[in-house]
């Protein structure tokens, strides 16, 4: 799959728990670049934990892709 096609799907493409989806559809984050385009502390701002942080990188690394650097 091409890099750019990956990173326009919704994020219901990656593998996270569906309140965690909630947290980031609240936070109008639909898409997977809008995700990657995230630091880990303006997820943390949104109220997401840690370690769902973590899963949220593991999914990403899996696509070839990162959340952006703090």
């Known amino acids: 799959m091409e890099y750019r096609t990956i990173k326009q799907q919704d994020i219901t493409k990656i593998k996270i728990n569906g309140e965690l989806l ?9 898409i997977i670049s ?3 385009n995230k630091t ?26 990162d959340l952006k650097n703090d």
């Open 22 to 30: 909630s947290v980031l559809k609240r936070n109008k984050i639909r």
């Open 34 to 36: 809008q995700l990657c």
């Open 40 to 65: 880990k502390k303006q997820l943390k701002e949104f109220g997401i934990k840690q370690s769902d942080i973590k899963q949220i990188e593991i999914e990403l690394e899996l696509l070839g892709l």
